[in-house]
């Protein structure tokens, strides 16, 4: 295994930009009606992928003991929860219909959007609709009773051949019937990677330049082999929070993401990211965007300068604070959706705009997207960040402070390509960056 390399990737990857969706939380409306109204809006700010959470139909089972502990903490009693799925090949209702889901994506394709639908298949609902007539499609116990798996949900059985042919075939129907051009994959390492690989080759066989995200800290070495182009570096993004509220270290960030790398084919690709559903969801109303706009814009400047790929998360890129959460929707605690009336309030316009110049800055400059990173030491590596990446024609140096202390940086010169939280130039090759600042430059 040690020759092996990652996968390549459709050469789009490398430049792109994901844009997250909960429905739920997208519109007050929460369908894909309402939520295809403002594609313009995600393809404006130039995000290049949409990312939507499951919009099959939920399983609706009523009993308590069948409910994830998060859904029962939420206090919002809604039996739907959009990651226990009642039918794999069904839109749920609460979104719309498949015809509304086909019109999103020709929207979103006509305004040069990639779509990626989540796949929930480690586990399903209590009621979901094959169990019935396919009672092996579950994990059994020694008395025959259904095994239900992490968060009280019933494990898929991939020791059936029926349950892999029945999901591949769900694979192929996205592809198929909607032209979707990807997937998410739910708690992938879960899930037998063999598995993966065969429902790869046939989406493969149907549309060229589909693209696989897993969810899973990516400990399978072998994960992009064949079956995926991404993963989550979940250690990553789930410590970003508890480094902006500075209760660990900047370091575990830099020491997150060298693990994985050191840990993955050469070649893998991961998200950059410091929100998403589940961290929104799990923050109630103490939302990390209320840390203030330079700590964000400072966490964003870093993803985005950083390998990989970026997530954004819907309403970061107008600075929403609300609590969101999955399960919350029009019916159950009504009102937990971005306030997009904050668009055109002064935060709302500012980070907007700093996200077009940031998506920008990264598109146009190649040592952003393509260079090797190289992680730089520095005399407060628990509060600051450096590296570079590097090409044989280009070097690029980022600095972010994410500690409480102004510090000074050496920069060795050259071409300030973006800067902010009040970073400053001390003579030719030094910043000095308050708490939050942040600076890329060219050397």
């Known amino acids: 295994m040690s020759n092996l390399t990652a996968k390549a990737a459709p050469e789009f990857l490398k430049d792109s930009v994901i844009y997250q969706i909960n429905l739920r939380t997208f519109t007050p409306d929460g369908t894909l009606r309402a939520a295809e109204r403002l594609l313009p809006h995600i393809a404006a700010l130039g995000a290049d992928m949409v990312y939507l959470c499951p919009v099959t139909l939920a399983d609706d089972d009523p009993r308590p003991e069948f409910w994830s502990d998060r859904q029962k903490q939420s206090g919002l009693n809604n039996p739907k929860n959009i990651y226990r799925v009642g039918d794999y090949y069904a839109v749920d209702p609460e979104y719309g219909t498949d015809d509304d889901l086909k019109s999103f994506v020709r929207t979103a394709h006509g305004l040069g959007l990639r779509v990626l639908l989540d796949l929930v298949y480690y586990h399903c609902g209590p009621s979901a609709?094959?169990?019935?007539?396919?009672?092996?499609?579950?994990?059994?116990?020694?008395?025959?009773?259904?095994?239900?798996?992490?968060?009280?949900?019933?494990?898929?059985?991939?020791?059936?051949?029926?349950?892999?042919?029945?999901?591949?075939?769900?694979?192929?129907?996205?592809?198929?019937?909607?032209?979707?051009?990807?997937?998410?994959?739910?708690?992938?390492?879960?899930?037998?990677?063999?598995?993966?690989?065969?429902?790869?080759?046939?989406?493969?066989?149907?549309?060229?330049?589909?693209?696989?995200?897993?969810?899973?800290?990516?400990?399978?070495?072998?994960?992009?082999?064949?079956?995926?182009?991404?993963?989550?570096?979940?250690?990553?993004?789930?410590?970003?929070?508890?480094?902006?509220?500075?209760?660990?270290?900047?370091?575990?960030l830099r020491e997150a993401r060298e693990q994985r790398r050191a840990e993955a084919l050469p070649g893998a690709r991961f998200l950059a990211a410091f929100d998403n559903h589940d961290l929104a969801n799990d923050q109630y109303d103490d939302r990390i965007e209320k840390l203030g706009p330079e700590r964000i814009e400072a966490a964003l400047a870093f993803c985005f300068a950083l390998d990989g790929v970026p997530l954004l998360y819907c309403g970061q890129e107008i600075a929403d604070s609300h609590r969101h959460s999955i399960f919350g929707n029009r019916f159950y605690?009504?009102?937990?959706?971005?306030?997009?009336?904050?668009?055109?309030?002064?935060?709302?316009?500012?980070?907007?705009?700093?996200?077009?110049?940031?998506?920008?800055?990264?598109?146009?400059?190649?040592?952003?997207?393509?260079?090797?990173?190289?992680?730089?030491?520095n005399p407060y590596p628990d509060e600051l960040l450096t590296f570079r990446r590097t090409m044989p024609a280009e070097s690029v140096l980022t600095a972010v402070n994410f500690g409480r202390e102004t510090r000074t940086v050496g920069t060795g010169g050259g071409e300030v390509l973006f800067r902010g939280g009040g970073a400053a130039l001390n003579g030719g090759d030094k910043a000095v960056l308050p708490p939050s600042g942040f600076l890329i430059s060219r050397t």
């Open 129 to 252: 609709a094959f169990l019935a007539e396919h009672p092996d499609f579950a994990v059994r116990d020694e008395n025959g009773e259904i095994r239900n798996g992490h968060w009280h949900f019933p494990e898929l059985n991939f020791a059936s051949s029926g349950l892999r042919e029945y999901l591949w075939r769900n694979m192929e129907y996205f592809v198929r019937e909607f032209d979707v051009d990807g997937y998410r994959c739910d708690v992938a390492g879960a899930v037998p990677l063999d598995f993966w690989e065969e429902g790869r080759r046939r989406i493969d066989a149907l549309k060229p330049g589909l693209i696989m995200l897993a969810e899973s800290e990516g400990d399978r070495r072998e994960e992009q082999r064949a079956a995926f182009e991404l993963n989550y570096g979940m250690t990553f993004i789930w410590s970003f929070p508890a480094v902006l509220r500075g209760e660990k270290p900047a370091s575990a």
């Open 333 to 377: 605690g009504p009102g937990l959706v971005i306030d997009w009336s904050n668009a055109v309030t002064p935060a709302g316009e500012r980070r907007m705009r700093f996200l077009k110049e940031l998506i920008a800055l990264r598109r146009r400059t190649p040592a952003l997207t393509q260079g090797e990173t190289v992680w730089l030491d």
